[in-house]
């Protein structure tokens, strides 16, 4: 079995910065790409960032320039920081992950969701 647990979040104002972090633990050969996603109110969830483990990244077009992802694979943790955010911004990040398990069959894991809330 393989959790995701993220941590960070919480409320800032229009313009304001937060982080977020995602860390990967239990039965893990190595983890191979993570992302994160979000799911505002009433919307389909979305790619916000993408990371493989050699640090190639993609970013969605709305937070480009806006948003950094990166990662630490000796702690198998991603991280999203997010700069100059906006109200629209606002939304469960949700943490994702491609795992190699020990039994070297890969699995998609999906952390439990954090909230971020960007006030006008």
């Known amino acids: 079995q393989v959790q995701l647990v993220e941590s960070g979040g919480g409320l800032v104002q229009a313009g304001g910065s937060l982080s977020v972090s995602c860390a990967a633990s239990?039965?893990?050969?190595?983890?191979?790409?993570m992302a994160w996603y979000r799911q505002a109110p009433g919307k389909q969830r979305e790619l916000v960032a993408a990371?493989?483990?050699?640090?190639?990244?993609n970013y969605a077009d709305s937070v480009k320039g806006r948003f950094t992802i990166s990662r630490d694979n000796a702690k198998n943790t991603v991280y999203l920081q997010m700069n100059s955010l906006k109200p629209e911004d606002t939304a469960v990040y949700y943490c994702?992950?491609?795992?190699?398990?020990?039994?070297?069959?890969?699995?998609?894991?999906w952390g439990q969701g954090t909230q971020v809330t960007v006030s006008s």
């Open positions: 994702n992950a491609a795992v190699l398990t020990t039994n070297l069959y890969e699995y998609n894991y």
């Open positions: 239990g039965s893990i050969f190595r983890v191979n790409a």
């Open positions: 990371i493989t483990r050699g640090s190639s990244t």
